[in-house]
């Protein structure tokens, strides 16, 4: 049962446009989410995390919002960069700290 | 930056052979992870630890084993590896969010196992 979805396997943007990562969950206990990068041969590292009381966090380039009623949160990446390149994980915590991730996307950011 | 590694990077290996993946972390984190992920997969969450000689089995069935006698070292074995084995598996480590922490897992570089 995959609690959290990440629907769109890669997505192909260019330089200086916005990149827009979409996730969706099925856990109502979830409350607290965060997003991860990965780059080849590396292991993830934390990107944004957003609580569930809050519906929008922002941090330089990078801005999650979270759809609470819809079971929906996005990063947004403006403007996007040929270094942002990587795949991007969405994952949950219902406040256990066990932590579940989707299955990635794969962004590649065109010069 | 984290401080948590794990050895070895890349292990080709055969059939049939007792491996273990080392995890040590430097930060005096009580929880540790264990994941494994093929390409384009989620991480499955394999084993936890929510400190020295408590372990859990994680979401995915796996045929593993791990141990927690240190609280910096959470190795990982397999004592008979097969080829469906192979995949890349990921440390990672946090602070309860009670005691400070954030919630964010610190990860491991990953190793990744191939059994020939």
């Known amino acids: 049962d995959q609690q959290v979805k990440q629907n769109s396997p890669s997505l192909s943007v260019q330089e200086g446009r916005i990149s827009i990562l979409n996730c969706d969950y099925t856990n109502s206990m979830f409350d607290y989410f965060l997003w991860y990068k990965k780059y080849p041969a590396e292991g993830p590292t934390f990107l944004i995390s957003?609580?569930?009381?809050?519906d929008k966090n922002e941090d330089g380039r990078f801005t999650v919002f979270l759809n609470k009623s819809a079971k929906h949160l996005s990063l947004h990446i403006v403007p996007s960069q040929p270094g942002d390149s990587a795949v991007y994980f969405c994952a949950a915590s219902d406040g256990n700290n066990d932590m579940r991730f989707g299955a990635g996307t794969r962004l590649t950011v065109k010069p | 930056e984290a401080d948590i590694y794990q050895t070895p990077r890349y292990l080709v290996i055969g059939t049939g052979k007792k491996i273990t993946l080392e995890c040590s972390q430097t930060?005096?984190?009580?929880?540790m992870y264990w994941y494994q992920q093929d390409p384009g997969m989620e991480l499955h969450l394999i084993h936890y630890s929510y400190g020295v000689n408590s372990t859990e089995k994680g979401d995915l069935s796996s045929e593993s084993t791990v141990s927690r006698i240190r609280t910096e070292h959470f190795p990982l074995t397999l004592e008979s590896a097969r080829p469906s084995h192979t995949s890349q598996y990921l440390c990672?480590?946090?602070?309860?969010?009670?005691?400070?922490?954030?919630?964010?897992?610190?990860f491991g570089e990953g190793s990744r196992l191939t059994v020939l």
């Open positions: 957003i609580s569930s009381i809050k």
């Open positions: 930060m005096g984190h009580d929880k």
């Open positions: 990672a480590s946090s602070e309860y969010v009670g005691r400070g922490g954030t919630g964010e897992l610190f």
